[in-house]
Every structure is written in structure tokens, then in C-alpha cells.
């Protein structure tokens, strides 16, 4: 039977043996957790020795897998975070003995890591690594990839290793969607309103890196053409009135991106952060996937902190950034991808 405890310091220190053979046997395997080999028990005995003494400051919480009453798995959640990222912890040496692998133990830990983040008040989780069946636990379990550093590190006995680095938001706060707020597909008796939307996107914001306002003919033109190829063009309504718009249409021409799409969404000026947007992009997700795609993207200006931050609570991930391609209103914008898997 396997059960996980957090370890207060006293019982760090008692179990100290048992957990540093945890370590030494996953550094002899090839984990790179910070350790070269030749890496012995008493190394790994001196390292938790330190750890029981941050856990005595607060400094970490430390927890262990048992199996029956053996310890097969250890892992941390970091809390000495700098003065102004109190919000946020780190998963550290997340490390499951080779004779307890393959029964849920990785699972079970994260889960207790983000339980206790969730009771410190801890609201964004950071990790890092190099295994590739790590990787699919953490991706499970619903984290999401937000970078990756070649060579960052090195394998216990030589040579560069590769780290792939994930963000968990926990139970992020979502603006409210106000229970007037109806998405539908649009007509064309529409596109008058959206003009407006998009017409005060392109002068007023860098939400749309173009200066010249458009005319309703060229959006008859483009609603059309959507509609006529299958890409969906949504409306948000309240009170008979349209407040904001999306669609979505392949991410690009070639046929091996069928199953990508990029998404566009603009609300109108005075309903923005009122959760249209948030209606918006979770009505064009069940879209997308009701029409089988894999993935859905944004291409969103650097500095366009709300949109930003709704797509990361809708689940999207930054993927790239690429600083200074677009220009509008004098300034050099950068240009930020993000995405969703949706399979």
C-alpha cells in the first residue's frame, strides 16, 4: 500500500538514511538532480541533513512515498521564493526508487506537492526536467511546458542534458462570465457591429498591427469566406447587442497544419475584462474541438498584459516570443505565441 506524509523535521532527520537511498539510487540510474557520481550514501545523507534543517525554517516542504513502510519516493516543494514572488513555489527532486516505479508514486507526490502549495496560499508552480517520462507525468497530471534550455545541465556521469521547464496556475481565478452573455455564430446582419469592434481595436490599441480602418464590405468579404471554409465566426450577445467577436482559421496554409488553428478575439471597449473575452475563447475551444483539431494558437502583442493573462487562465502556454517585429503607433511591438493543446 502506498501512502505519501509530509515530513516535518524531526522525521526528516529520523528517515535521513532512507531518503538518501532514494537519491543515490536515482543518481546511479543517470537522474540529473544536481549530482555527480561517484555519489554515495553518505553524500546523499549529508544533503538531507540540510534539508531537514530547512524544513525546521520553512524553507521547503519535504514529502515521502511509503510503500508498506518502506520509503520508495521523496520530493520538495520549495518556498524560499525572493520577497517579491510570494505566490509561487518550486517542485524540487521529485525521485521515485527503481523498484517503486510504474505504480502512481510520481502522480501521488505531485499531487500532495500542489495540495500543500494550494493550503500555503501558494498560487503558481514551477519545475524542471530532463526525463522524458517525467515529462509525461507532469503533462497528465496538467502542467504545461513553458520553456526549454539545451544543454542546461549534465547527466551524473558526463556529458550535456537537455531541461524542459513547467507551469502549473493553481485554481486560477477566471473573470466572471456574466450569465446574460450568450456566444452564437455570427449573421450577417452582424457585421456592422463587429466593424465597430474591430475598427476601435485597429485605432485605439496594438491589438491589431494595422493603422488604417477597415469598411464593411471588406468584412462581408471575410465573414464569407470563413464561414464558407469551415472556420467559425463567433459572436458574444447581451441584451441583443453585440459586445465582442472570435474566429479562428489554420495556423498556416499548408495541409500538415489542418489540425492547428490561430484564434482572434476583440471585445468592445467597454465590456472588456467583464469575462466577454473568457466566453469567447471557451466557446471557440469547444469549437475547435468538436472540429477534431489538435491545437489552437494566439498571436498576442508583448505588452497586452490582460489578453495574456486570460489566455494563460483558459490553459493556454507561451511557446516563443519574438521582440520587435511589428511597429504601430511608433512603438516596436513584440510578438508573443501561445497555445492549447486540445487532443
Avoid at 35 to 45: I, K, L, R, V
Avoid at 152 to 162: E, N, V
Avoid at 287 to 310: F, P, T, V, Y
Amino acid at each position: 500500500m502506498i501512502r505519501i506524509e509530509v515530513l516535518d523535521a524531526e522525521a526528516a532527520r529520523r528517515n535521513v538514511p532512507a531518503l538518501a537511498g532514494v537519491l543515490v539510487d536515482c543518481v546511479a540510474r543517470g537522474a540529473s538532480v544536481s549530482f555527480m557520481n561517484p555519489y554515495g550514501q553518505a553524500d546523499a545523507e549529508a544533503f538531507f541533513h540540510g534539508i531537514a534543517d530547512k524544513v525546521a525554517k520553512a524553507e521547503l516542504v519535504l514529502i515521502a512515498a511509503f510503500l508498506d513502510d518502506r520509503i520508495v519516493g521523496t520530493a520538495q516543494l520549495g518556498l524560499d521564493m525572493p520577497p517579491n514572488q510570494p505566490h509561487r513555489a518550486e517542485v524540487r527532486k521529485m525521485l521515485v526508487h527503481h523498484d517503486g516505479r510504474r505504480q502512481g508514486i510520481a502522480g501521488a507526490m505531485l499531487q500532495r506537492l500542489e495540495d500543500e502549495a494550494r493550503a500555503l496560499g501558494r498560487s503558481l508552480l514551477i519545475l524542471d526536467t530532463s526525463n522524458d517520462q517525467a515529462i509525461r507525468v507532469y503533462e497528465r497530471a496538467g502542467w504545461q511546458r513553458c520553456g526549454f534550455v539545451a544543454d542546461y545541465a549534465l547527466w551524473p556521469d558526463g556529458g550535456f542534458c537537455d531541461s524542459t521547464f513547467f507551469v502549473k496556475m493553481l485554481e486560477p481565478e477566471r473573470p466572471a462570465r456574466a450569465s446574460s452573455v450568450t456566444v452564437r455564430d455570427a449573421r450577417e446582419e452582424d457585421l456592422p457591429a463587429i466593424l465597430a469592434i474591430l475598427n476601435d481595436a485597429i485605432v485605439n490599441t496594438t491589438a491589431v498591427w494595422t493603422d488604417a480602418p477597415v469598411d464593411l464590405e471588406s468584412r462581408r468579404v471575410w465573414w464569407r469566406e470563413r464561414v464558407e471554409a469551415g472556420h467559425p465566426v463567433l459572436v458574444a450577445v447581451d441584451g441583443g447587442q453585440v459586445v465582442g467577436f472570435g474566429s479562428y482559421i489554420q495556423f498556416r496554409a499548408w495541409e500538415g497544419y489542418r489540425d492547428a488553428v490561430e484564434h482572434s478575439i476583440y471585445v468592445s471597449p467597454d465590456r472588456r475584462g467583464g469575462g466577454v473575452g473568457v466566453a469567447i475563447v471557451d466557446a471557440l475551444i469547444l469549437r475547435a474541438k468538436a472540429q477534431g483539431k489538435h491545437m489552437i494558437i494566439g498571436g498576442i502583442e508583448g505588452s497586452n498584459r490582460a489578453s495574456l493573462k486570460l489566455h494563460r487562465r483558459a490553459g493556454f502556454t507561451e511557446v516563443g516570443r519574438m521582440y520587435e517585429v511589428g511597429t504601430k503607433f511608433g512603438r516596436r511591438l513584440d510578438l508573443v505565441f501561445m497555445q492549447k493543446r486540445l487532443s
